[in-house]
């Protein structure tokens, strides 16, 4: 369900399905069921190399020198995820648990809004999360909750230990209807017999649009996948255009449009940039040039808060 509720009021819902998948346990998937397929084309199918392009640094990293992802380079989707935990302060035992919310590939094409890797322990008790945001441009953006965002938030949250809670600027592109420093406001459930995920935006003080996800577990098998084919048909295909059909009617209720290039240098930390963000080779050089030369201390800007 999305709801937006400023400048506009516009809401809507639909069905889809997505797997929850151990990434432990993706071998052990390709070979034990015929509709699905790790590594190779099928009806689904699951390609480690769709996620978590970290093998380059970010753009526009918001620190001057990124922090360096050991496991960046090497090793499997789940090495790159705990790789870019580590990377960002948070250590977990090699033998941690990480269960994978997110689309296939159906008939080889994929897009993913949004995908939430949950870690846990040996007794899945929740220890971190990450929240993977696509844009349509197939730009990527990686956001962690690590554990000390689990609980926190209020009382309410407190009482419940499989909780991650943050709010953080998206400095992100995602909408054309929503400028790239609104604040997500994460709220992710570690899954059971049940799905809930809701992400809210934030200007200032203000929500301006809800996402939720919600849905009880079924059993990952070729039955249900074959049934699921009927239910949910070119699954993929229909949520990018529901996308472009919605953001029509957002135009028609003439929602405030932001382009993408108008604010490419507050677009940080992502992957995947798109061109119309990514310096020219002659920009880039008269960059280098004005690097080279200290500016005078009038002319220095003043520094950011």
């Avoid at 590594?39 to 480690?48: A, D, G, K, M, V």
């Avoid at 926190?152 to 407190?158: D, H, I, Q, R, V």
């Avoid at 604040?183 to 996402?211: C, H, K, M, N, W």
């Avoid at 992957?271 to 880039?284: D, G, T």
Wanted: net charge positive; hydrophobic share 40%.
């Amino acid at each position: 369900m999305h709801a937006r509720f400023a400048p506009r009021v516009h809401r809507f819902v639909y069905r889809i399905f997505m797997f929850a998948l151990d990434l432990d346990e993706l071998e052990t998937l390709h070979r034990r069921l015929r509709l699905f397929s790790l590594n190779r084309p099928n009806l689904f199918s699951f390609r480690e190399a769709d996620f978590l392009p970290i093998h380059k640094p970010p753009h526009n990293a918001h620190s001057p020198k990124p922090i360096e992802n050991r496991e960046s380079k090497i090793g499997n989707l789940k090495s790159r995820v705990l790789g870019h935990l580590a990377a960002h302060g948070t250590e977990l035992p090699a033998d941690t648990r990480v269960l994978l919310v997110t689309l296939p590939r159906v008939l080889g094409y994929l897009f993913n809004p949004v995908s939430f890797y949950f870690c846990l322990d040996r007794d899945n008790r929740p220890l971190a999360a990450l929240a993977e945001v696509t844009n349509t441009f197939k730009e990527v953006k990686p956001f962690v909750l690590g554990p000390g965002t689990r609980n926190a938030g209020g009382s309410e949250l407190a009482r419940d230990s499989t909780t991650f809670r943050l709010r953080v600027p998206k400095n992100f592109y995602v909408s054309p209807f929503s400028d790239v420093d609104v604040a997500f406001d994460f709220t992710l459930r570690a899954p059971g017999g049940r799905l809930s995920i809701q992400i809210d935006d934030y200007v200032g003080a203000e929500r301006t649009l809800t996402s939720t996800l919600t849905g009880r577990q079924q059993p990952l098998t070729d039955a249900r996948l074959a049934w699921f084919c009927g239910k949910y048909p070119f699954v993929t295909l229909q949520i990018i255009g529901l996308i472009h059909w919605n953001a029509l009617r957002l135009w028609l209720k003439n929602v405030p449009w932001f382009p993408k290039a108008a604010r490419a240098a507050d677009q940080r930390d992502l992957y995947r940039p798109h061109r119309s963000i990514r310096p020219s080779a002659a920009q880039a050089k008269c960059h280098l040039l004005d690097d080279t030369f200290p500016a005078p201390e009038s002319l220095s800007p003043a520094p950011k808060a």
